[in-house]
T-cell receptor, first 114, second 108 residues
């Protein structure tokens, strides 16, 4: 059955280390998104991609990088430049990425800094 | 710059009563709104939406009202059930903006 998967569920990062969060969808959606959730701040958009090999920065892209080599996959790398990476990261997808579309979310990855 | 605001971080209601969750927005060009429900450590799930051409949309126990002149929308849950306890986000799609969320607790 179709859906979005994120792995791992929990991820630990050491200071100065880059880590990559996985997001895979088999919904045949063109658009994919990465959000970050912090307590009391709702969801903030990090990056989004409306088509393979193209992506756009969201509101808080600094310290993050993404790639979109395949339609099904949109991995997010949290680099050492991200000074406050501890958060709950959510990946989402939608059919084509236009206004009014419902986004479907993955279960999330919680990133903790050691 | 918060263009979508949920000013109540939490709400507690008794089972069977009405829950009203509020959301305000600043941009009159926003034209499609959604409510998401989120349980702890899970991704949000879509609940109900409303287009700016309507002022009400109903789906079972859930109704969303839109007041365009006031730039305000609200989610009504009637009757509230303990399983409704979750964090509710309002969102503007296309602009990919979410409110901060309201934690609803429904007490048995």
């Amino acid at each position: 059955d179709g859906g979005i998967t994120q792995s791992p569920k929990y991820l630990f990062r050491k200071e100065g280390q880059n880590v990559t969060l996985s997001c895979e969808q088999n919904l045949n959606h063109d658009a994919m998104y990465w959000y970050r959730q912090d307590p009391g701040q709702g969801l903030r958009l990090i990056y989004y991609s409306q088509i393979v090999n193209d992506f756009q920065k969201g509101d808080i892209a600094e310290g993050y990088s993404v790639s979109r080599e395949k339609k099904e996959s949109f991995p997010l790398t949290v680099t050492s430049a991200q000074k406050n990476p501890t958060a709950f990261y959510l990946c989402a997808s939608s059919i084509v990425g236009t206004s009014g579309e419902t986004q479907y979310f993955g279960p999330g990855t919680r990133l903790l800094v050691l | 710059d918060q263009q979508v605001k949920q000013n109540s971080p939490s709400l507690s209601v008794q089972e069977g009563r009405i829950s009203i969750l509020n959301c305000d927005y600043t941009n009159s060009m926003f034209d499609y709104f959604l409510w998401y429900k989120k349980y702890p450590a899970e991704g949000p799930t879509f609940l109900i939406s409303i287009s700016s051409i309507k002022d009400k949309n109903e789906d079972g126990r859930f109704t969303v009202f839109l007041n365009k002149s006031a730039k305000h929308l609200s989610l009504h849950i009637v009757p509230s059930q303990p399983g409704d306890s979750a964090v509710y986000f309002c969102a503007v799609l296309g602009d990919m903006r979410f409110g901060a969320g309201t934690r609803l607790t429904v007490k048995p």
